[in-house]
Antibody, heavy 121, light 110 residues
Framework: QVQLVESGGGVVQPGKSLRLSCAAS????????MHWVRQAPGKGLEWVALISYDGRQEIYLDSVKGRFTISRDNSKNTLHVQMNSLRPEDTAVYYC??????????????WGQGALVTVSS | QSVLTQPPSASGTPGQRVTISCSGATSNIGTNAVNWYQQLPGAAPKLLMY???QRPSGVPDRFSGSKSGTSASLAISGLQSEDEADYYC???????????FGGGTKLTVL
């Protein structure tokens, strides 16, 4: 069965960096687009970034452009997001989600359990 | 302020039918598929409906979806206590070049 397991969350000071990872199993990882979606405490879902199956296309939410970088290692079935210059408003549970198809333009058919990132001094 | 607009809350009694609306624009719902996600309390979101009205395997046929113009809706018939959750609509937005979500609707089963 499909499993997505996030790791790397924690408390970080404003302006610092953090890297989240998502270990994928149960499907052919190198054939599907992947996403990061976040949810601030008590708030709704917000899409953050997508990466195509081969890593050649990356698309970002405007507010994270230039600060976040999504990447994938298809040899290790792992998705990452490098988050730099973190701000308090980046505080959220970050979910990795699998796209139904290769580019990331279709629905998210599986989600991980999430990793909490808290940006606070 | 979310790009897609949903009512913040909805409610119904067991057995009733409830509908949750999702309003958008030509650049998102008007052009692209609408998907719905269910988030049970304390859990990760789960795909509930895709391409307006397609149910993934395992989703009961009590759930149905529709789209008209720049709006979509999710209907739940035969409401059950386990349907109490937050529901989110989502679509790709051609103008923003990204995915957009509704603000979510908290469904309470009275």
């Amino acid at each position: 069965q499909v499993q997505l397991v996030e790791s790397g969350g924690g408390v970080v000071q404003p302006g610092k960096s953090l890297r989240l990872s998502c270990a994928a199993s149960g499907f052919r990882f190198n054939s599907f687009g992947m996403h990061w979606v976040r949810q601030a405490p008590g708030k709704g879902l917000e899409w953050v970034a997508l990466i195509s199956y081969d890593g050649r296309q990356e698309i970002y939410l405007d507010s994270v452009k230039g600060r976040f970088t999504i990447s994938r290692d298809n040899s290790k079935n792992t998705l990452h997001v490098q988050m730099n210059s973190l701000r308090p408003e980046d505080t959220a549970v970050y979910y990795c989600a699998k796209s139904y198809e290769s580019s990331g333009y279709s629905h998210f058919d599986y989600w991980g359990q999430g990793a909490l990132v808290t940006v606070s001094s | 302020q979310s790009v897609l607009t949903q009512p913040p809350s909805a409610s119904g009694t067991p057995g009733q039918r409830v509908t949750i609306s999702c309003s958008g624009a030509t650049s998102n719902i008007g052009t692209n598929a609408v998907n719905w996600y269910q988030q049970l309390p304390g859990a990760a979101p789960k795909l509930l409906m895709y391409s307006h009205n397609q149910r993934p395997s395992g989703v009961p046929d009590r759930f149905s979806g529709s789209k008209s113009g720049t709006s979509a809706s999710l209907a739940i018939s035969g409401l059950q206590s386990e349907d109490e959750a937050d529901y989110y609509c989502a679509a790709w937005d051609d103008s923003l070049n990204g995915w957009v979500f509704g603000g979510g609707t908290k469904l309470t089963v009275l």
